[in-house]
């Protein structure tokens, strides 16, 4: 998303701060300086997750660098970095990725419900 457009992240990102305890900002003044990078904390997560994010999000347009990793083994959260050419902010790319995932597995969920239907009824 160029930053011509509507910024989501500008939006959501701060309003949102702070009230999901399993999701922060690492460093909230640094991303509002430069919004082309950004490390977010998933507590309660691991590579289930983190490898979901990393592969939808390296695909996506304006993306040059995500990656993710376990900080400790007993340690029970990730670190999510992404980081974007210039005119793309992060925390747009991070919040689309959350919306093509979603679509991801209803449209998973679908097919699902409909084999073991066909899988129930003995076809």
Do not use: W
Request: glycine share 6%; charged share 30%; proline share 4%.
């Amino acid at each position: 998303m160029d930053q011509s457009d509507s910024s989501i992240s500008e939006e959501l990102l701060p309003r949102y701060q702070g009230q999901f305890p399993k999701v922060e900002i690492l460093d909230y003044d640094a991303y509002r300086r430069d919004p082309t990078m950004v490390t977010i904390v998933f507590r309660e997560e691991d590579h289930t997750i983190g490898n979901i994010l990393k592969d939808v999000i390296c695909k996506m347009k304006g993306v040059e660098f995500c990656g993710y990793n376990v900080p400790h083994p007993l340690e029970d959260k990730i670190l999510l970095r992404i980081q974007t050419r210039e005119g793309y902010r992060a925390g747009d790319i991070l919040l689309n990725a959350f919306r093509d995932l979603e679509t991801v597995m209803v449209n998973l969920e679908e097919k699902f419900k409909e084999s073991y239907a066909v899988f129930k009824s003995g076809i």
